[in-house]
């Protein structure tokens, strides 16, 4: 059994697409054959991020608190 692929290699580039995708839904111009899968990206990247962004609350407040109260 594989492991899927991940929907990005890093926050960043995930970051860059939704930020390509922004700008083609802003055009006028949308072709709507391909909306709906630009949308269905979006929100995969969306959670991407938000999965990432959890991930280092975690481990930041891991190390916080193995620091212990400041005597």
Known sequence: MSTPEPVAAGYAEALAELETILAELERTDVDVDVLAAQVTRAAELIGFCRDRI????????????????DD
């Open 54 to 69: 959890g991930n280092a609350k975690l481990q930041i407040e891991q190390v916080v608190a193995e620091l212990g109260p």
